[in-house]
């Protein structure tokens, strides 16, 4: 060490940390040979910490405030040190400013799926992201169980941990919350504060606490969103016909945007059809009219015609249609007293007595009554 460095050392006596970077965590205040001067004034601002560290023994944490290091406010260096004896040169120690403040906006996310039984949808998996924030609250535990004798430690080095110790504990919350996956929006802030006490717990082994933590967003895998994109939009149709319709317009829309893809032109003409065919189908103001019943009976099947068979002579001649015995019965071929038989009647009767047949004679007068 030459001249002018040990003079440095021992006219300057002031030890303070400034710090600008917003991301360290604990920072070494170097000296050459770690000679600390006796009677040096020690400044800790808010939000800092100092922990003395002599030849690898933790000695004291100062918190906030202007301290000299003198033997009347340093009972453990002055012990280790025989100070009680009059020895007042500079002594080696090393000098660790631990920042106390918060570090804010710290990204955490679900690196793989969380696998869930949802009382609805029954086995799924959701991803989830978010923010949060840590502090330092014990810096000796922060230095002994962390840091170690790194000259500047920053949070990049802790946040991968954090960020592990995070995604299990968030894991074993939800997994055992039984909250169903459609309303755990309404939720996140009481998932969040159950997250970060459990969190917590962890970290205070390491000096570190969690006052905040946030769940931004929790999905679920594309298959499943689409499955209740799907599910909403027929929700939103009414029914299956006006599903089949709103389908039939997105595809519509779908091969308009794209006429230049590989069977662009037949897309764009079977919406272009199905377009017209639903617009034959809508009402004036734009609406499918509903079905309505029919006010008007159907027709009544046509009546069965029948066929005759005629008795004459101990024989039977036919079938004959109504029109041929309407024409026989005008020739004199067929009389009133004709028996006359036609499938499905009760045995052979004259024609007179067959209401069907007895029009045909109502052309001619009947026979006179005997004696007239």
Do not use: C
Not at 237 to 254: C, H, I, V
């Amino acid at each position: 060490m030459g001249i002018f460095d040990f003079l440095s050392g021992e006219f300057i006596d002031v030890i303070h940390w400034v710090d600008d970077t917003r991301d360290t965590m604990v920072w070494r205040f170097e000296r050459e040979g770690h000679e600390i001067k006796y009677g040096a004034k020690l400044t800790v601002r808010e939000g800092q910490a100092a922990v003395f560290v002599h030849e690898g023994q933790l000695a004291d944490v100062f918190t906030p405030g202007l301290y000299m290091l003198e033997t009347n406010n340093m009972p453990v260096l002055t012990t280790i040190m025989h100070w009680d004896h009059g020895f007042k040169s500079p002594f080696k120690s090393e000098i660790y400013y631990v920042n106390t403040t918060r570090f804010n906006d710290l990204k955490w996310g679900t690196k793989n799926p969380i696998m869930l039984r949802d009382p609805e949808f029954g086995p799924t998996r959701i991803r989830a992201y978010g923010t949060y924030s840590v502090r330092i609250t014990d810096p000796a535990r922060f230095l002994t169980e962390i840091v170690g004798t790194d000259g500047e430690f920053t949070m990049d080095e802790i946040s991968y941990q954090i960020r592990n110790i995070i995604v299990q504990e968030f894991s074993r919350v939800i997994a055992s919350s039984g909250i169903p996956v459609l309303d755990m929006a309404a939720n996140t802030a009481d998932l969040g504060k159950l997250i970060a006490a459990e969190v917590s717990k962890t970290l205070a082994e390491y000096g570190l606490t969690m006052p905040e933590f946030y769940i931004e967003n929790i999905s679920l895998p594309p298959a499943v969103e689409a499955a209740l994109d799907k599910r909403t939009s027929m929700g939103l149709a009414g029914d299956l016909g006006k599903f089949t319709q709103y389908s039939a317009a997105e595809a519509m829309t779908a091969a308009a945007q794209n006429p230049g893809a590989a069977g662009g032109g037949m897309g764009a003409g079977i919406g272009a059809g199905i377009g017209m065919a639903m617009a034959q189908n809508m009402g004036p103001w734009g609406a499918a009219p509903a079905p309505q019943a029919s006010s008007a009976a159907p027709p009544p099947p046509p009546p069965v015609e029948h066929v005759w068979h005629i008795a004459e002579n101990g024989a039977t001649k036919g079938p004959f249609s109504k029109a041929d015995l309407g024409r026989m019965a005008s020739e004199g071929s067929l009389s009133r007293a004709t028996h006359v038989w036609t499938p499905g009647q009760d045995g052979w009767k004259q024609a007179e007595d067959v209401a069907e047949l007895a029009q045909l004679f109502t052309i001619l007068p009947p026979p006179p009554p005997p004696g007239i």
